[in-house]
Each structure stands twice: as structure tokens, then as C-alpha cells.
């Protein structure tokens, strides 16, 4: 248990479905992050939220669309999306005082899986 | 190419000491990390270095990190089979959160 909390834990959904991914963290953060974990290549940073504003969006298709509407909280809306944007999305926390002040260690949830049909 | 690259597997017998090693390109890099992911789950945080040190050791994880060459590596004494997932290593540099990782190593434990 990391005090990172993500549901559901698996997805299947259309092309033309709406679905949301939902995030919590119990750790009194005020960072939260989406990355997404593809099959054989790297996790990609997808966006940064700290004190509940959007502080990164790392060219994410619109499809995606985050909302933080608290420091706890994350969603992450999914619309239209593609077959290959299944995969594995990973929620993550961590108390940033200040950029450049780095090494505030980050703590991911245990991931979403969706698989888009 | 990628800011962070790792090898792809490692096999080790359990009992021996595995080690696992990773490059990086940010110089500016203040730390370092190792995470370590178990079939689906998420990642785990197993240690971090900070960039002005050489050594970090925590119980059977020792990370050794050379700022020079941009190399960094992760020794696990007497490897269980518990052990057996898979490794990333991962680099802050100085925004918000932002790690850069390595596409994971593949640690398989026999016995």
C-alpha cells in the first residue's frame, strides 16, 4: 500500500465510449501525476499537477483530459480513444516544495489497465 | 534516443548477488532512482540517490553511482525469487516531478 489509490484497476471500453480513470493519494502531497506504461517502451509523463494547477501536459492528444480539482484527487477523462492507446496508466504523488528543489521521492498507485476495443 | 537506457534482462541464480545497470545523458540530474514493478502492479520505490553521492546501500540494495561516466547501478545481495520483476531506473531533472525512465530490466531468479 503506497497511499496511492487508483480505480478502477481495469478498463475495457469502445472507441466512442466516455470513461474516467480516478486517482487518490493519502499522503498529503500537493503533486499528482499521470504516467502511461505502453509494452515495450519507456513510461511517458503525460501531465503534472501541483497545488491543484496543471504545471505540465507533455503533448498529450486531447482525448485525454485531466482535472485536478483537488490536491488529493485526479482524474483522468477518456474520449474517443484508439487501440493503441491501451495500457497501463499510472497514478503518482509526491510533496514538491519548489522546482529545483528535487529528490522529494514519488509514489506511484498500482495502475490502471485499459484496453481500448 | 532514450535519456536512460538499461539492459533488457538479467538472469540470476538465487543466492547470488545481481546487478543491474543503467546510463543517463541529464547532467543535471539531482537524483536517481530504482523502482521496481511485480507482474501487474504498479511501481514500487526501492531507493534513491542524490547526485553527490557515490554509494547508498539499504540493506541487500546497494546503489552505486558514478557522475562522471553518468552510470548507475543497482546491486541486490543474495537474490531471492521474490526478486524477480522488473527494474527501472529513472533520473529527476529539475521541474515538477518530471522522471525520464529507462525502459526496465527484466530480472528473472532461478533457483
Known amino acids: 500500500e503506497t497511499g496511492v489509490t487508483q480505480t478502477p484497476r481495469h478498463l475495457v471500453m469502445g472507441m466512442t465510449n466516455k470513461k474516467s480513470l480516478k486517482c487518490e493519494q493519502h499522503?498529503?502531497?500537493?503533486?499528482m501525476y499521470w504516467y502511461k506504461q505502453s509494452a515495450k517502451k519507456p513510461l511517458e509523463l503525460m501531465f503534472v499537477?501541483?497545488?491543484?494547477?496543471?504545471?505540465e501536459n507533455n503533448s498529450v492528444p486531447s482525448r485525454f483530459s485531466p482535472e485536478c480539482p483537488n490536491s488529493s484527487h485526479l482524474f483522468l477523462h477518456l474520449h474517443t480513444l484508439q487501440p493503441e492507446d491501451s495500457a497501463l496508466y499510472l497514478c503518482?504523488?509526491?510533496?514538491?516544495?519548489?522546482?529545483?528543489?528535487?529528490?522529494?521521492?514519488?509514489?506511484f498507485g498500482e495502475g490502471s489497465w485499459l484496453t481500448v476495443v | 534516443g532514450e535519456d536512460v537506457e538499461q539492459s533488457l534482462f538479467l538472469s540470476v541464480r538465487e543466492g547470488d548477488s545481481s546487478v543491474i545497470n543503467c546510463t543517463y545523458t541529464?547532467?543535471?540530474?539531482?537524483?536517481l532512482y530504482w523502482y521496481k514493478q511485480e507482474p501487474g502492479a504498479g511501481l514500487q520505490l526501492l531507493t534513491y540517490?542524490?547526485?553527490?553521492?557515490d554509494m547508498k546501500q539499504d540493506q541487500r540494495l546497494t546503489v552505486l553511482l558514478n557522475k562522471k561516466d553518468k552510470h548507475l547501478s543497482l546491486r541486490i545481495a543474495d537474490t531471492q525469487t521474490g526478486d524477480s520483476a522488473i527494474y527501472f531506473c529513472?533520473?529527476?531533472?529539475?521541474?515538477?516531478?518530471?522522471?525520464?525512465f529507462g525502459a526496465g530490466t527484466q530480472v528473472v531468479v532461478t533457483p
Open positions: 529513472a533520473e529527476k531533472a529539475d521541474s515538477w516531478g518530471k522522471l525520464q
Open positions: 541529464d547532467s543535471s540530474s539531482t537524483y
Open positions: 499522503l498529503g502531497h500537493n503533486a
Open positions: 499537477y501541483n497545488f491543484k494547477e496543471q504545471t
Open positions: 503518482a504523488s509526491s510533496q514538491d516544495d519548489s522546482p529545483g528543489l528535487s529528490g522529494n521521492t514519488i509514489y
Open positions: 540517490i542524490f547526485s553527490n553521492m
